[in-house]
């Protein structure tokens, strides 16, 4: 009941916003900060960082409230914003180096797992395209190892070369996609990446 409750009230509050009336941003913070806050400085690792990122948040909402559209579920709607607006923050500042030093760190120590087992579909798609211009035999042998999980002893076999040449264009490979991967990184790796940085 308390959840219908408070979903009753936060839709309440979104009529309010959508009117241009001050009552419906204040409910949706009075109701909602908490959430968003906690989830926020989870992610961000920084309590300060957070209440600026749910603060700018509540005042673009106010800005455009125009221009926002009719929603049905109000608390999954503000959520979604929010990792916009955490991603636009980690862009945006010299936390986003740390972040992807994290990643360097985290990707290298992660070679022999599979990318299907740690990312997410969108990061396996990024890769996936980045791969697309590497060398010609490079790319077979990095999609071949990576995406159809063959080993290197397999893929030596299969395509009649040494074991340490295929490592050697494995390497390769991931060095050369690690730049375009880096600049495109989303807030869905950032989040799955949360467990292993500290």
Same mark, same amino acid.
């Given at each position: 009941?308390?959840?219908?409750s408070n979903n009753v009230e936060l839709q309440n509050s979104w009529a309010y916003l959508?009117?241009?009336?001050? $009552?419906?941003?204040?409910?949706?913070?009075?109701?909602?900060?908490?959430?968003?806050?906690?989830?926020?400085?989870?992610?961000? $690792?920084?309590? +300060?960082?957070?209440?600026?990122?749910?603060?700018?948040?509540?005042?673009?909402?106010?800005?455009?409230?125009?221009?926002?559209?009719?929603?049905?579920?109000?608390?999954?709607?503000?959520?979604?914003?929010?990792?916009?607006a955490i991603l636009n923050y980690l862009q945006s500042t010299k936390i986003r180096d740390?972040?992807?030093?994290?990643?360097?760190?985290?990707?290298?120590?992660?070679?022999?797992?599979?990318?299907? +087992?740690?990312?997410?579909?969108?990061?396996?798609?990024?890769?996936?395209? +980045?791969?697309?211009?590497?060398?010609?035999?490079?790319?077979?042998?990095?999609?071949?190892?990576?995406?159809?999980?063959?080993?290197v002893s397999e893929i030596a076999k299969e395509l009649n070369l040494s074991e340490q040449?295929?490592?050697?264009?494995?390497?390769?490979?991931?060095?050369?996609?690690?730049?375009?991967?880096?600049?495109?990184?989303?807030?869905?790796?950032?989040?799955?990446?949360?467990?292993?940085?500290?």
């Open positions: 009941m308390a959840s219908v959508l009117k241009g009336d001050e $009552q419906g941003i204040s409910g949706l913070y009075d109701t909602m900060w908490h959430k968003l806050y906690t989830y926020a400085a989870r992610v961000l $690792q920084d309590k +300060s960082a957070a209440s600026d990122v749910i603060q700018d948040l509540f005042i673009k909402l106010w800005e455009k409230r125009a221009e926002l559209p009719t929603v049905v579920n109000v608390e999954g709607y503000l959520f979604k914003s929010l990792k916009h740390k972040h992807l030093d994290a990643f360097y760190k985290v990707y290298s120590e992660m070679d022999n797992l599979t990318l299907e +087992s740690i990312y997410q579909k969108e990061l396996l798609d990024l890769i996936k395209n +980045s791969s697309a211009s590497l060398p010609m035999r490079m790319k077979e042998i990095f999609q071949m190892n990576r995406f159809e999980h063959k080993t040449t295929v490592r050697n264009q494995i390497n390769l490979a991931l060095k050369k996609i690690r730049p375009s991967v880096m600049e495109s990184i989303s807030l869905v790796l950032i989040l799955s990446l949360q467990q292993y940085i500290k």
